[in-house]
């Protein structure tokens, strides 16, 4: 399997900005589709942001604008730049991928407040 391990989540203002990063134990963002989610208290996870390995990516229309997914050119991390931080962002932040890995992150905490 393949080990993912997030950093960058913290406490921000509304309307500021953060980037996450998930660094793998290995070269495998070409190979699989990737994602991050997150999981507020109380509710389900739910799917931010998706990259394909030819490069096509997908948002929900709640971050669409102020999310992007990005891999670096060594295919070992995956980032996600957050712009425009409301409170209903507040969540912790999980990378996956998908098939043949099926693996997780295990999470980091975004708070988005005044």
């Known amino acids: 399997q393949v080990q993912l391990v997030e950093s960058g989540g913290g406490l921000v203002q509304p309307g500021g900005s953060l980037r996450l990063s998930c660094t793998a134990s290995?070269?495998?963002?070409?190979?699989?589709?990737t994602g991050w989610y997150r999981q507020a208290p109380g509710k389900q996870r739910e799917l931010v942001a998706s990259l394909t390995p030819g490069g096509l990516t997908n948002y929900p229309y709640s971050v669409k604008g102020r999310f992007t997914i990005s891999r670096d050119n060594a295919k070992t991390t995956l980032y996600l730049q957050m712009n425009s931080l409301k409170p209903e962002d507040t969540a912790v932040y999980y990378c996956?991928?998908?098939?043949?890995?099926?693996?997780w992150g295990q999470g980091t905490q975004v708070t988005v407040s005044s």
């Open positions: 290995r070269s495998i963002f070409s190979f699989t589709s």
């Open positions: 996956h991928t998908w098939a043949p890995y099926d693996s």
